[in-house]
Every structure is written in C-alpha cells, then in structure tokens.
C-alpha cells in the first residue's frame, strides 16, 4: 500500500512550520523557559491558527481533522522546541469533553481552547501514577496545571469541571527537565470533588483509553520532531566546526553517528503515521499500536539526541547551545502517559488478551 500524507497534510505540515518559524523563533523559546514557562499571547496565536482546534468536531466550532492532523501539528511543534503541552491541551482536553458534556457545556468549555484565553488541565485520577490516601487522591505530571484557569477532573467514569483555585484541588508546581513545558502535582481532596455535579454524560472506558492512546500517539510525534531537528543541528555544526585542519563533518565516524540517526527516525515517521491513521478509523489494533509506538519512539529519540550531542562534543549540552532544548524534550516526552517499559508491558497485555 502506497501509505503517506495527503496533499491536504502536507500543505498543513508546510503552513504549520512556517508559522512556528515565524511566531516561535529559538530566541521567543528561551524567553519563554526563562520567564515562567507560559505565554498567553502565544496561546492566542496558535489558538488563532486553529493549533488547538484539529479534533474538535465541526458542529462544536473546531476543524473536524483527525489525529494524523494533530500528530503532524505535534511533530512540527517538536521541530520547533514550542512551549505548548499540545498533547493535553489539544488533544485530551477536547476528546473527554466531547465524550461526556453536553451541546451547552461544550460551547461553554470549548470557547476559551478555540480562541486561547483560557488553559485547561486534566487531572487523570485513574492514571496508574495516581496514589490515594487519607481521602484524596495524588496525580502526579499534570500538564499546565500550575497555570490553568480550570481543571478536568476525570474520577472513575465521571469527568468535574472545576475552576482554578477550587477548595478540593491542591497544586503544587514540579520541577522538569523540559522548562518549555510545565507540570504540576495535583491533590484532589474527594470529600469535596463529591459535591460537586460532574459533567452529564459518563467517561466509558473504551473512550477514555482512546484518549490516552491519541496522546501517546501525538507525543511520539512530538519526540520525533525533537529529534529531527537536533539532527540537523548536528549536520549543520559538523559542517562548520574544524578538527585537525578539517570540518569534522569529513571524519567517517562523525558521518557514521549521523547517519545511524537518520536510519532509525526514518521508519519511525511512518510508525506514527500509521498508529494515527489506526486510531482515527477505530481499529482495534490502534488499542497496542499506540503504547508501543511510544514506547519505540521513546527510546530510538533518546538515542538520536543522545547521538547527536556526541556530534557537538561538550558543547553540546550547554545552555549556550540550542541543541540541549531538544534532548530534554525527548526526555519529557519519553516519561510523560507512560515509560517505555510500562508501554510495552501494557501492549503485549492487550495482544494477548486476544491471543
């Protein structure tokens, strides 16, 4: 089967990178990380461009894409190093309401994500990392949570809409090896999340798997761009810089570690493709496709970044140079909805259970 992007995708692909060369150059990227690690104003202008709005059906004000859309907006926004956690705010953040609101609480909810003025977090109770006690219950890696105007509160199959600053939420930021995105732990006292009215339709497990697997799938895109990137960074230096009376882009084993970069993110690309093609026409295999794929692109991304730091020599991962921003954003993406290992375990676990 001849398997890739539309002509639709790739001028989407090609529009999105223009704007993010544009509107995110490196220098707004560090200012950014610098700062807090937020900014409204480029909320507003991906909001405005419809970064945001990819999965979120046409009857509700959104583009009405589908996930192979959003996986190569999150592959372009890996490319850039962007300072958005895309694969909450745009994608777990409109699938769960669109699963268990009704017309008049998406349009109440979907107003501030379709134009940027106000950030959402999911606080995920029935993540495995989630560790109750003494009546709350603890989610640790809330993506946006020590900014976020209001909360998605998804506790077995309900789902609250909650407020900054509500009396059964305790956030506390978290320190993380990617500054261009922020995380925070977030304590839910239950006594008080009970009182509240939950949104009015349930969250049933097979859409809420789905919506874990789309993020999975959207950050393995974003890892993959991360690392394409460092790549050419890398391509780019050992042009310039000069060894023994040569570039070193001429010594073989410079033009080895290159090369074994290129080799494993290649067939990677089409990885992703395909998980997201998957999960977009429901199939059941996108249920294993999507962990493994993380899984997989966790560590061939950890090992291009790895590689081509070795590329820059000491330099390498120094705050002076750019390419350090990308090896810590692969290291976010690989722990963030699951490590390698937890994937894989989660994968082989639902083939068999068909076995």
């Known amino acids: 089967m001849d398997f890739g992007l539309t002509d639709a995708q790739k001028l989407l692909r090609d529009s999105i990178a223009e704007l993010l060369a544009r509107q995110v150059p490196i220098e707004r990227v560090r200012s950014i990380m610098e700062a807090d690690g937020y900014d409204r104003a480029l909320d507003a202008t991906l909001a405005e461009q419809g970064l945001f709005s990819s999965l979120i059906r046409l009857d509700d004000g959104g583009d009405g894409l589908g996930l192979l859309d959003a996986a190569v907006i999150a592959q372009e926004l890996g490319r850039m190093a962007t300072p958005v956690n895309y694969h909450s705010a745009a994608v777990g953040v409109p699938l769960v309401l669109t699963a268990v609101a009704s017309t008049t609480e998406r349009e109440e909810w979907f107003a501030g994500l379709l134009d940027g003025s106000a950030r959402t977090a999911v606080v995920d109770c029935n993540a495995t990392t989630a560790s109750r006690s003494d009546g709350s219950i603890t989610v640790r890696a809330v993506a946006d949570a020590a900014s976020a105007d209001r909360f998605l509160v998804i506790e077995g199959h309900h789902v609250y809409g909650l407020s900054s600053g509500h009396g059964a939420l305790g956030v506390t930021a978290l320190e993380t090896v990617d500054d261009t995105r922020r995380i925070a732990e977030v304590r839910v006292d239950l006594s008080k999340l009970s009182s509240e009215q939950p949104f009015s339709g349930e969250l049933a497990t097979e859409q809420y798997d789905r919506a874990v ?9 974003d890892a993959l761009g991360a690392s394409q990137k460092a790549l050419e960074l890398a391509v780019d230096y050992a042009k310039q810089r000069e060894q023994f009376g040569r570039v070193v882009a001429s010594f073989q084993a410079v033009k080895h570690m290159c090369a074994e970069i290129a080799t494993a993110l290649e067939p990677l690309q ?31 991304c950890t090992e291009a970044v790895t590689k081509a730091t070795q590329v820059w020599g000491g330099i390498g991962f120094t705050w002076e140079c750019d390419n350090h921003l990308f090896f810590k954003r692969v290291g976010f993406d690989r722990q963030i909805c699951g490590s390698p290992t937890t994937l894989r375990q989660r994968a082989a676990q639902l083939q068999l259970a068909h076995v």
Request: charged residues 15%; proline residues 2%.
């Open 270 to 300: 089409s990885l992703v493709w395909h998980a997201a093609y998957l999960w977009d026409q429901d199939d059941s295999d996108a249920a294993w496709q999507a962990p493994l794929l993380k899984a997989h692109a966790a560590e061939m």
């Open 213 to 221: 697997q789309a993020q999975q799938i959207v950050l393995a895109a």
